[in-house]
């Protein structure tokens, strides 16, 4: 059964994750903290995996684009510039009577209009919306007071404008051109939940653009083409995305048009990225807050201009969460007894997938448990396979199979008592579950062909 088939919810996701190492509920031990959770070792090599091919692709693959990693606390007029000391808010109402607050933009209208609680069971009274400022703000220093006040950044966009001087400097890029950087993003959400769809400590995968003023639509067009593409190359289904145009209403104070790329999860269209035209809006305002000019010279035209700007801007741990449950699958099995058996299996593709191949001696033997070892070194050392290899032999091999496919290993290599008289393996393949006999001193080079 494809997932689509499936009554996929965000528990069997969730306790898949728990149950396999992917994530875990942050201080777990002391209760939790509302909305943080923490990757395990699987869900540490996937996010990884999706973030080194997406600076594969956007920043190695490309010459027009180069890296940064800024600091996480800014200087505090850099989000005065950027707008969002001032509007960096959502609408908050509060039930009369549970108490329990919302997100107002996110009530049904009707409830709204009538000014009644979403709660299930509790029909309370909504009070007035007050807006709700989001940014986390902590102090600098061993004073607690206004002039130590720092923020933890919203988005990691402010870092790359703050050094667009810097970086034109000393790479020489010109237009057009754009900065990427990865890291993590923090936001006082009123409301949070589905999992790590909304969280308040989250990873964003960004790229602020520069491009000439009047070229800005044309290169917006071009780069939604560039971000579907991407998430077809990490495996997404494409039928399960959508880009989707912001509402006049719906603009971030500095867009002039946005465009969401959105997936279809379990409880509807979601966003995974923001695709925004944000003209000119930031560098003005950071070259008027700081009197620093941050401005591009034309040679063509011999003139200083302000470049306008275009910024795909991904969640991390939003594609995670698309990837994990556009690749969970169930299929139906029947067993020798006649028992029937669900096998899960979680189709990701070979170039994201946490594991990438599992070394399964078919028993502990203390013949076939040194050449197993072996096969594992030769795997794992072998500069042709890149990413995490694993060895595995507690359990019936049976299980074992089954434990990979549920964390989505492409491959299993499996060395049985023939293999210590012929050299050769088996390797099973997830998704067919075809099994092809091979030599091991030529296991490396099939291997990299079949990921
Ligand atoms: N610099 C542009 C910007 O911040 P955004 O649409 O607010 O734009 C970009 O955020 C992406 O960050 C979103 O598409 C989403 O994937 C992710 N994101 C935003 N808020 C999030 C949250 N509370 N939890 C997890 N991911 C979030």
Known sequence: ???????????????????RGFIFQSSEIYGGLGSTW???????????????????QM???????????????????????????????????????????????HIDSELILKKSCPEPGCNGELGEARMFHLMFKTFMGPVEDEAAIVYLRPETAQGIFVNFNNVVTSTRKKLPFGIAQIGK??????????????????EMMEIEYFVKPGEDEEIHEKWLDDCMKWYESIGINTQKLRIREHDKDELSHYAKSTYDIEYNFPWGWGEIQGIANRTDFDLKSHSEM???????????????????VIEPSCGVDRAVM???????????TVQANGKSDTRVVLKLHPNIAPVKVAILPLSRNEKLTPLARNIYDQVRKSSLISG?????????????????????????????????????VTVRERDSMAQTRVLISKLPEIISEKL
């Open 1 to 19: 059964m494809e997932n689509s088939e499936i009554n996929l919810d965000i528990e069997k996701i969730s306790s898949l994750c728990k149950r």
């Open 38 to 56: 923490d990757y395990g070792p699987l869900g540490v090599e996937l996010k990884r995996n999706v973030k080194d091919h997406w600076w594969n």
């Open 59 to 105: 920043v190695w693959e490309r010459d027009d684009i180069v890296g940064l990693d800024s600091s996480i606390l800014m200087h505090p007029d850099t989000w005065k510039a950027s707008g969002h000391l001032d509007s960096f808010t959502d609408p908050l109402v509060e039930c009369k009577t549970c108490n329990r607050r919302f997100r107002e933009d």
């Open 185 to 202: 993003a923090f936001r006082n959400e009123i409301t949070t939940g589905n999992f790590i769809f909304r969280t308040r400590e989250f």
């Open 290 to 308: 700081s009197g620093e000019k941050l401005t591009y010279f034309d040679d063509q035209t011999q003139e200083h201009i302000i470049p306008y």
């Open 322 to 332: 698309a990837l994990i449950i556009d690749a969970y699958s169930e299929e139906s």
């Open 388 to 424: 995490n290899v694993q060895f595995d032999d507690s359990q019936s091999i049976g299980r074992r199979y089954r434990r990979q496919d549920e964390i989505g290993t492409p491959l299993c290599v499996t060395v049985d008592f023939d293999s210590l008289e012929d050299n050769m």
